[in-house]
C-alpha cells in the first residue's frame, strides 16, 4: 500500500489565491513526522514545513501552513496569497519512528504540479 | 553557510562505465541520505548514514550501487557497471542529528545520463 498519496497530478490557481495541495498518509506507528517539499523547474528540493504527530498545533511557517487532521490521517499544504514563484513540484513525506531512537528515513509522495496563473 | 554540495551536476555515460557521485554535507550534520528521483518511481531513499556508518541501505537497487563516507564531510555513491535504467537525479541530503527528523537538507542533485 502506499504511504504517502497525493491524488493531484496537476493544480492550477490564480494568483493571489490560496490554494491547497493533498497529501494523506498511511503508518500504524504512533510517532510520524510528515514534511512538505518544493521542487522548482532547477530542481532542488526546498524544505517547506514540518508537522510531527504528537504536535497539538498545526504547523505554520510564513504563508504555508499544514492542515493536519490525524484522524483522518491527511497533511495537507495550504499556501495562502499564491505568487507566481510558487509554480513548482510540490512533495509531501513521511518519516516513521521516534527522533529520539535515530528514525531518519523520508517516503515521498508523487507529487502534485502547481501552476499559478497570473 | 554553504548547503550541501554535490559533483558533478550533470553526467553523461555509455552503459558499462563506472560512475561515481560526490557529495559533501553541511558542516556538523551527523546524518547523510542519498536519494534518487526518477519519473516512474519518484524520490526514493537509496541510504544513509550516521555518524559515517550506513544506517539503511535497503533502497539501494542492487549490487551495482555501492556508497561509502570516509569521513564527516565527503560521501560517494558509485554505479559499476552503470546500466541505462540508471538515468536518474541523484540527491545528497544532510540533516543536524536528532533534529533530521524534522529537516533535511538537500543538494542540488546530479542528473546522470546512461547512454
Known amino acids: 500500500a502506499q504511504k504517502i498519496t497525493q491524488t493531484q497530478p496537476g493544480m492550477f490557481v490564480q494568483e493571489k489565491e490560496a490554494v491547497t495541495l493533498d497529501c494523506t498518509y498511511d503508518t500504524s506507528d504512533p510517532s510520524y513526522g510528515l514534511f512538505w517539499y518544493k521542487q522548482p523547474s532547477s530542481g532542488e528540493m526546498i524544505f517547506l514545513i514540518y508537522q510531527g504527530s504528537y504536535d497539538q498545533q498545526n504547523a505554520t511557517e510564513g504563508r504555508y501552513s499544514l492542515n493536519f487532521q490525524k484522524a483522518r490521517k491527511s497533511a495537507n499544504l495550504v499556501i495562502s496569497a499564491s505568487q507566481l514563484g510558487d509554480s513548482a513540484m510540490y512533495f509531501c513525506?513521511?518519516?516513521?519512528?521516534?527522533?529520539?531512537?535515530?528514525?531518519?528515513?523520508?517516503?515521498f509522495g508523487q507529487g502534485t504540479r502547481l501552476t499559478i496563473n497570473p | 553557510d554553504a548547503g550541501v554540495i554535490q559533483s558533478p551536476r550533470h553526467e553523461v555515460t555509455e552503459m558499462g562505465q563506472e560512475v561515481t557521485l560526490r557529495c559533501k554535507p553541511i558542516s556538523g550534520h551527523d546524518y547523510l541520505f542519498w536519494y534518487r528521483q526518477t519519473m516512474m518511481r519518484g524520490l526514493e531513499l537509496l541510504i544513509y548514514f550516521n555518524n559515517n556508518v550506513p544506517i539503511d541501505d535497503s533502497g539501494m537497487p542492487e549490487d551495482r550501487f555501492s556508497a561509502k563516507m570516509p569521513n564527516a564531510s565527503f560521501s560517494t555513491l558509485k554505479i559499476q557497471p552503470s546500466e541505462p535504467r540508471d538515468s536518474a537525479v541523484y540527491f545528497c541530503?544532510?540533516?543536524?542529528?536528532?533534529?533530521?527528523?524534522?529537516?533535511?537538507?538537500f543538494g542540488p542533485g546530479t542528473r546522470l545520463l546512461v547512454l
Open positions: 541530503a544532510s540533516s543536524p542529528g536528532l533534529a533530521g527528523g524534522k529537516t533535511q537538507y
Open positions: 513525506a513521511m518519516r516513521e519512528g521516534f527522533i529520539i531512537q535515530g528514525a531518519q528515513k523520508l517516503v
